[in-house]
Nanobody, 122 residues
Framework: QVQLVESGGGRVQPGGSLRLSCAASGSIFSINTMGWYRQAPGKERELVAQ???????NDVDSVKGRFTISRDDAKNTVYLQMNSLKPEDTAVYYC????????????????WGQGTQVTVSS
């Protein structure tokens, strides 16, 4: 089993910054793609950004130039630096990690964090 612990959410004024962290632990042989999703009230969960083992990044247009995803494989941790926050960024943010659990099984399984609330309001 794999556990994901998120931190860094909170309330911030428009234009402010927050940094989210998501640390994975447990039955981990290797980690593939790591990503962040968000879900606003009344809306479906959507991808914000994801980063592969090779460092390739895919992020949505609405956060380009404002949010930066990064990872520290030594710590099994993915980060989301969020700058120039807007009220429309208000949502619960979830990390998602693709994990290979053992050396003898090359399948990858997706795991979700518990979510952390980000509120952007004056």
């Amino acid at each position: 089993q794999v556990q994901l612990v998120e931190s860094g959410g909170g309330r911030v004024q428009p234009g402010g910054s927050l940094r989210l962290s998501c640390a994975a632990s447990g039955s981990i042989f290797s980690i593939n793609t790591m990503g962040w999703y968000r879900q606003a009230p009344g809306k479906e969960r959507e991808l914000v950004a994801q980063i592969t083992r090779d460092g390739n990044i895919n992020d949505v247009d609405s956060v380009k130039g404002r949010f930066t995803i990064s990872r520290d494989d030594a710590k099994n941790t993915v980060y989301l630096q969020m700058n120039s926050l807007k009220p429309e960024d208000t949502a619960v943010y979830y990390c998602n990690v693709g994990v290979r659990n053992s050396w003898f099984d090359n399948r990858s399984f997706g795991y979700w964090g518990q979510g952390t609330q980000v509120t952007v309001s004056s």
